[in-house]
Nanobody, 127 residues
Framework: VQLQASGGGLVQAGDSLRLSCAAS????????MGWFRQAPGKEREFVAA????????YYADSVKGPFTISRDNAKNTVYLQMKNLKPEDTAVYYC?????????????????????WGQGTLVTVSS
């Protein structure tokens, strides 16, 4: 599976952005999908994830509410809608995929449980 993330940019605090991650070359519709981010000087952290059906979603506490993950299996794309952005949301955002659809919930939060990664898209939020 090849993943291509897009939609990042420079915005002001309080603005919104929608990130997209287009998948190709694999069974996207049966893959768990996740978004992670890495801020300068920090470790990569979990942001959000979605089951292969889209019926289950998972969020980091820091983004629960303003961020929404969704997917369109017909377009092989997963989205991350981000509202009310804050400077602390500044990071490179990565999408990830795991073609094993039936995993326990704890797998969604763990970067090591995803097999494929996109190249990342930079989100910069100015104050």
């Amino acid at each position: 599976v090849q993943l291509q993330a897009s939609g990042g940019g420079l915005v002001q605090a309080g603005d919104s952005l929608r990130l997209s991650c287009a998948a190709s070359g694999g069974a996207f519709s049966s893959s768990r999908m996740g978004w992670f981010r890495q801020a300068p000087g920090k470790e990569r952290e979990f942001v959000a994830a979605i089951s292969w059906t889209g019926g289950s979603t998972y969020y980091a506490d820091s983004v629960k509410g303003p961020f929404t993950i969704s997917r369109d299996n017909a377009k092989n794309t997963v989205y991350l809608q981000m509202k009310n952005l804050k400077p602390e949301d500044t990071a490179v955002y990565y999408c990830a995929a795991d073609p094993a659809p039936r995993r326990p919930p704890i797998y969604y939060y763990n970067a090591g449980k995803y097999e494929y990664w996109g190249q990342g898209t930079l989100v910069t939020v100015s104050s």
